[in-house]
């Protein structure tokens, strides 16, 4: 059972585990069985089987995140993107319209404007720090509000108290993006959200092994998108179930160290000459520092930036680097880079990444768990390099 006083450190060991542990094992089994006896179940979604993601792996799984967030269920995907566009699937129906923060992931900006697009629902784009422009973007089929609690890759913090305020006015179901902060900075459900979503393959796994998605939020709204899950058939199989409850147990040390970490990163990057602009929530330049110091317990391990130059400077930067590994993804042990342009964001038109203030030359960071002052050794023989 879910203590809601327990220190998120005690819940990510102890919540959700077997009891009694199965055959006394520490750390659970793998059930690698695709399907399990009949036990008198009456609906086809009881069935103990895989793909309806309700192996005693995946159960534990959904304990321990429901748990993490402070909601009533959880549910485990195949990814982030199976965790996104079944919740959106669930909500949405033809003719229906969603408000959208207007700076997302490029994979969610894809699927709203072309799969969802396809199928008859339409979205419109809010600026998330300016919540009085809000209402007019209303329709009358406005059915879901979707934000994200830090950007990517521009590591913006919206007002989300404002957000989740407006989506309960307007009788919208509040949908965050939670993956950047993860619940160990954030837990949207405390803040009035609906459903918080990660990527799991980022840092709730935090070892760039698996790929899985995760939904939070209420029993009776994770039942309605599991059923539509176990349709369309996006479920996590239990190797990469067990990889990810493993990974989970670390979440806190690892994530706090990169909320360190990054952030003397960004300040030494700051102050560099050789660079003009870093994006970091933590920083008091950042437009949102005072709303991400209210609202996240943690800064987080992303941030990006520019140096001096185009293109051709942040390419060469990258490959001066010696410790970062150049990778889209992000979340692990290793500290990782990109140019979104060409990765998370590379599906999107020029105009639409220029609409979003993503220039080509962007570098994204992932800060990984090595010592934070040899990266910015690493940082600096690589930028004095690109100035030589």
């Not at 039942?223 to 990889?243: Q, W």
């Not at 220029?354 to 992932?366: H, V």
């Amino acid at each position: 059972m879910a203590t809601r006083s327990r220190r998120m450190e005690t819940k990510l060991i102890h919540e959700g585990e077997p009891s009694p542990r199965i055959e006394g094992a520490v750390s659970i089994p793998i059930f690698q069985s695709s399907t399990f006896e009949y036990a008198g179940q009456d609906s086809y979604h009881d069935l103990r089987y895989i793909r309806l993601n309700n192996t005693p792996n995946h159960a534990a799984l959904h304990r321990k995140l429901a748990a993490l967030e402070n909601g009533e269920a959880a549910l485990v995907t195949a990814s982030g993107m199976a965790a996104i566009s079944t919740v959106l699937l669930t909500l949405l129906s033809p003719g229906d319209h969603l408000l959208a923060q207007d700076c997302l992931y490029g994979g969610t900006h894809d699927l709203l404007k072309g799969d969802l697009a396809g199928l008859g629902m339409e979205f419109s784009v809010l600026d998330g720090t300016a919540p009085r422009t809000w209402e007019a973007a209303l329709r009358p089929e406005t059915r879901v509000l979707y934000m994200e609690t830090v950007t990517n890759p521009l590591l913006q913090v919206a007002d989300l108290e404002a957000a989740a305020a407006f989506a309960r006015e307007h009788g919208l179901v509040s949908v965050i993006d939670n993956t950047f902060a993860s619940p160990v900075n954030f837990r949207p459900l405390d803040w009035g959200f609906d459903l918080s979503i990660h990527s799991c393959t980022k840092y709730l796994n935090g070892h760039s092994d698996i790929v899985a998605g995760a939904v939070i939020g209420k029993a009776d709204a994770i039942e309605r998108i599991t059923h539509k899950l176990n349709h369309l058939g996006g479920s996590l199989d239990p190797h990469a179930c067990f990889l990810l409850h493993r990974g989970l147990k670390t979440l806190s040390v690892r994530l706090r160290h990169q909320n360190e970490s990054a952030l003397a990163v960004a300040g030494y990057l700051q102050k560099h000459p050789g660079v003009r602009r870093v994006h970091y929530p933590g920083l008091e330049s950042h437009p949102d520092h005072a709303r991400a110091r209210r609202l996240l317990d943690g800064f987080g391990g992303m941030l990006s930036f520019e140096i001096e130059g185009g293109v051709e400077q942040a390419d060469a930067f990258i490959e001066n680097t010696t410790l970062p590994i150049s990778a889209p993804s992000l979340g692990g042990v290793e500290t990782l880079i990109t140019r979104p342009a060409t990765t998370s964001h590379a599906g999107l038109s020029p105009k639409d990444r220029e609409a979003m203030g993503i220039s080509d030359s962007l570098i994204r960071l992932s800060v990984g768990l090595e010592h934070p002052d040899d990266l910015i050794e690493d940082f600096e023989q690589a930028l004095s390099r690109g100035r030589s």
